[in-house]
Nanobody
Framework: QVQLVESGGGLVQPGGSLRLSCAAS????????MSWYRQAPGKERELVAA????????NYADSVKGRFTISRDNTKNTVDLQMNSLKPEDTAVYYC???????WGQGTQVTVSS
């Protein structure tokens, strides 16, 4: 069955960096686009970034453009989210998503605080 397992979250100071990773299994990973979402306390879940099946194109939420980079490795079935210049408003649970399906990872907490 489809599994998405995120890792890499944690506590970081404002201005710091974190790299999230999502390991996918149970489907032909290289055939599909992938995405990252986040959900902050009291807010709706929002799309952060998405990447095409080949990794040749990506798009980002305006709030993270220029700071976050999504990438994938189709040999390892992973999709990563490099987050730089983190702000307190980036605090959220981050989820890996298989677009067009109901499959989500379990989420990883990112907290940006001094």
């Amino acid at each position: 069955q489809v599994q998405l397992v995120e890792s890499g979250g944690g506590l970081v100071q404002p201005g710091g960096s974190l790299r999230l990773s999502c390991a996918a299994s149970g489907f032909t990973f290289s055939n599909y686009a992938m995405s990252w979402y986040r959900q902050a306390p009291g807010k709706e879940r929002e799309l952060v970034a998405a990447i095409t099946s080949t990794g040749g194109s990506a798009n980002y939420a305006d709030s993270v453009k220029g700071r976050f980079t999504i990438s994938r490795d189709n040999t390892k079935n992973t999709v990563d989210l490099q987050m730089n210049s983190l702000k307190p408003e980036d605090t959220a649970v981050y989820y890996c998503k298989f677009p067009g399906t109901s499959y989500w990872g379990q989420g990883t907490q990112v907290t940006v605080s001094s």
